[in-house]
């Protein structure tokens, strides 16, 4: 098999190892602290032995620190939103929800990098709005799918925050570095939140958690890396916008939860609007040596 086939592979299975981390926050019973500070931990861990294996160097300068660590944050809090989103409602509301970021994207960016507003961004703004209007059930906050939608658009916004910070400030850091520093720094902040009660798990919830860390994210980030030695960003950005899709086909399956057609619908303007942000927004062809889109929510 060629290299491009090899990182288009790498790629999809990366990217459905990021829609099953939504099926898996949905069965557990541990909470979304326990479950972002598990997952931040042992992928820490996998990333920090890879990078200890690799030799790489470590970042010393002081500022860098601190803009990884802020991301840090801004990784637990988006994780923590998704996976409320996630229990509060079902999978494809909180993966639809989520994917709301380009909005957020297309309003902050602009304002970041002293960047003008194009049409085109105003057009996706939109529509990422009509989508939300679809995929959210109710305008009451009593309703717990609608509470689910407004945790997943919370999530969306703090993504977005995030892949703002990283483009402004560590985008020629190696990926698997980045990575490794902000679930670090995720779970660290996560840990004095932390209760006795929570680490009293079941077996299946432990199960479930390692699965979590391991594979949902340190594996599908590093395949995820990988793949970006041969294939273009801009490919890999359009494959990541099947998260949803494989998330809500695994939910379907896996729990039974098939989205309403006025969900799938807003869910498809949003996916769309999405693909317009990418079509915007040409990718260099040899992403690898900066940051580039290795972090999902789920």
């Known amino acids: ?31 979304p602290r326990m479950i972002v500070f598990s997952r931040a931990l042992l992928a820490a861990l996998v990333l920090g032995g890879v990078l200890a294996a690799s030799r790489a160097r470590l970042v010393r300068a002081p500022r860098t620190l601190g803009v990884l660590g802020a991301a840090g944050v801004l ?24 994917s709301s970021f380009p909005l957020f994207v297309t309003l902050l960016e602009p304002w970041c990098f002293k960047e003008p507003m194009r049409k085109l961004d105003l057009l996706t703004a939109g529509l990422v709005m009509c ?10 906050l009593s309703n717990r799918l609608t509470q689910g939608a407004a945790w997943g658009v ?19 850091l190696p990926p698997v570095l980045v990575c ?31 699965c979590l860390g391991l594979f949902c994210t340190a594996l599908a980030h590093g395949l995820f890396i990988r793949g970006l030695t041969t294939v273009r960003a801009q490919a890999a950005s359009v494959i ?7 998330g809500i086909v695994l939910a379907a399956f896996c729990l039974g939860e098939i989205p309403g057609a006025r969900t799938l619908l807003g869910g498809l303007i ?24 290795t972090h999902r929510a789920s």
Not at 78 to 84: D, G, I, V
Not at 133 to 139: D, G, H, M, Q, W
Not at 167 to 172: A, E, I, L, Y
Request: glycine residues 10%; hydrophobic residues 55%.
């Open 75 to 98: 990784l637990a809090l988006h994780w923590l939103t998704f996976f409320q989103a996630i229990q509060t409602s079902t999978v494809a509301i909180g993966l639809l929800s989520y």
């Open 154 to 172: 919370a999530s969306g916004l703090t993504f977005a925050l995030l892949g703002i910070l990283s483009r402004k400030f560590v985008q020629t």
């Open 1 to 31: 098999m060629s290299l491009l086939p090899r990182g288009l592979a790498a790629i999809h299975v990366a990217v459905a190892l990021f829609g099953l981390a939504g099926l898996l926050g949905k069965l557990t019973t541990a909470g």
């Open 240 to 246: 990541s916008g099947l998260e949803p899709v494989y």
């Open 131 to 140: 989508g939300l209007a679809l995929v959210v059930p109710s305008y009451d």
């Open 270 to 293: 949003i996916l769309a609007a999405t693909l317009l942000v990418l079509w915007g927004h040409p990718s260099p062809a040899h992403p690898a040596g900066g940051t580039g889109p």
């Open 180 to 210: 490794a520093a902000q679930n670090a720094a995720a779970s660290a902040v996560l840990l004095p939140f932390l209760r006795a009660a929570d680490f009293r798990l079941g077996l299946r919830d432990a199960a479930l958690l390692g």
